[in-house]
């Protein structure tokens, strides 16, 4: 049985930011993020144990996970996994500051 899916605001903004940066390049790329990550995402409503935990100081996040977006290495999924719940919290490109950002 799947997970309920919550996408937050911040991820869902992230997505959007991440379609239009690689559509800058590539529109069939950004198309192929968007499906890709909309699949990694009902993956994880489908097995949440997929990804891993995220080592990150502050307490609030202590169960956050991450899971790299199928055929988007760079790119991660952090989310929570809450009874029925599946919260995508961010969508963030790997190279980038993820603690700093996370913890804003």
Avoid: H, W
Avoid at 68 to 75: A, H, P, Q, T
């Amino acid at each position: 049985m799947s997970l309920l899916i919550k996408v937050s605001t911040k991820a869902s903004q992230d997505l959007e930011d991440l379609f239009n940066y690689l559509a800058r390049e590539n529109e069939s790329i950004a198309f192929k993020f968007f499906d890709s990550s909309r699949e990694t995402i009902a993956l994880l409503a489908k097995m949440p144990n997929l990804g891993k935990s995220c080592q990150i100081a502050n307490p609030k996040l202590k169960d956050l996970r991450q899971y790299r977006v199928k055929g988007f290495n760079k790119f991660l999924v952090f989310y929570f996994v809450s009874d029925n719940l599946l919260i995508i919290v961010r969508v963030l490109q790997g190279n980038r500051d993820i603690e700093t950002i996370l913890n804003r």
